[in-house]
């Protein structure tokens, strides 16, 4: 390895030491001086054993290597630090490989958190197979009484005694039929084509402020303020109702209080905006939504 090859060792998020045949030091690489907290000139020519704890077996390993006992030798071990770096110890996982044809050894240190975060990585995976399935399952469970509320709500609408009362009906039939969609998405989602639009923003919030009168009938006041020049755009419609739902759902449940004592308000607010940058994206125009409730708002810690 000639030296000006060196420098892509600083880009490894592990610690690399080149030591020659003896152990000495010709090059550490930036993660290494960041784990001792010396610079690179306080560690060339030095010998990386005196950094371990039991230097012993990197020694014993080195020579093994070098005779061409083994190609490369494995071992944990605990590296001796600086009180100034940190932790005096640091368990690590040493790599030590020859190279040069021998003239040099390649000795790699793998924190043993950094081992231990693969291990979480792994099991963080199989935690969310597990979750994959418990989702259909529970979606097979959700999926199996939405028809019958939808029916049981379309009955009850043909039986009310006043047209007035429909309103809360529709509410229900339309939520069983978004959750409908919802399940069947969870069950099969690579099978659902995008549902993109025209959407009106005005309709969306006259759903959505349907859905939130409809759980909180008294003591809360949606006021409408909404720019009716706003035109049209293209969207999937389920997915920002339900976008917009989750936040005024999260601002009715924040004026809990409030509602009780009958002053509760939320303002849906539309507006044009222009020249506004989404993603790295200019946009010449754009739509400003704002959804505002007169609650204790977010608490400071």
């Keep these: 390895m000639?030296?000006?090859?060196?420098?892509?060792?600083?880009?490894?998020a592990t610690m690399v030491a080149v030591t020659s045949r003896e152990g000495r030091c010709v090059y550490v690489n930036a993660a290494f001086e960041a784990a001792l907290g010396l610079p690179r000139r306080a560690l060339l020519g030095g010998r990386v054993a005196d950094w371990m704890v039991d230097p012993s077996t990197l020694e014993s390993t080195m020579d093994s290597v070098v005779r061409n006992e083994f190609s490369t030798g494995r071992f944990e071990a605990l590296l001796r630090r600086p009180q100034g770096a940190g932790l005096?110890?640091?368990?690590?996982?040493?790599?030590?490989?020859q190279i040069d044809h021998g003239e040099l050894v390649l000795i790699e240190l793998v924190e043993v958190e950094q081992q231990?975060?693969?291990d979480r990585e792994a099991r963080t995976l199989e935690q969310a197979r597990v979750t994959k399935e418990l989702i259909r399952n529970l979606a097979h469970?959700?999926?199996?009484?939405?028809?019958?509320?939808?029916?049981?709500?379309?009955?009850?609408?043909?039986?009310?005694?006043?047209?007035?009362?429909?309103?809360?009906?529709?509410?229900?039939?339309?939520?069983?039929?978004r959750l409908q969609a919802l399940v069947d998405r969870l069950l099969a989602p690579h099978r659902r084509?995008?549902?993109v639009a025209d959407i009106n923003i005005h309709e969306v919030l006259e759903r959505v402020r349907a859905l939130i009168l409809a759980e909180f009938p008294r003591g809360l006041q949606i006021v409408r303020d909404y720019d009716?020049?706003?035109?049209?755009f293209r969207g999937d419609r389920e997915q920002l109702i339900q976008a917009v739902l989750n936040i005024a759902h999260n601002a009715a449940q924040a004026l809990i209080d409030q509602i009780?004592?009958?002053?509760?308000?939320i303002v849906l607010r539309t507006r044009c905006s222009r020249q506004v940058t989404i993603g790295r994206q200019r946009f010449r125009l754009a739509l400003e939504l704002h959804i505002?409730?007169?609650?204790p708002g977010v608490p400071p810690s």
């Design 260 to 265: 009780a004592d009958g002053d509760a308000r």
């Design 292 to 295: 505002e409730d007169n609650g």
């Design 141 to 177: 469970e959700i999926k199996n009484p939405l028809g019958g509320i939808r029916g049981a709500a379309q009955l009850l609408e043909m039986e009310l005694p006043s047209r007035s009362l429909n309103e809360y009906t529709q509410v229900i039939i339309h939520e069983a039929d």
């Design 228 to 232: 009716t020049s706003l035109p049209e």
């Design 2 to 12: 000639k030296r000006s090859n060196y420098d892509a060792l600083d880009h490894l």
């Design 193 to 195: 084509a995008p549902t």
């Design 88 to 97: 005096e110890r640091l368990p690590v996982h040493c790599i030590v490989t």
């Design 116 to 118: 231990s975060r693969q």
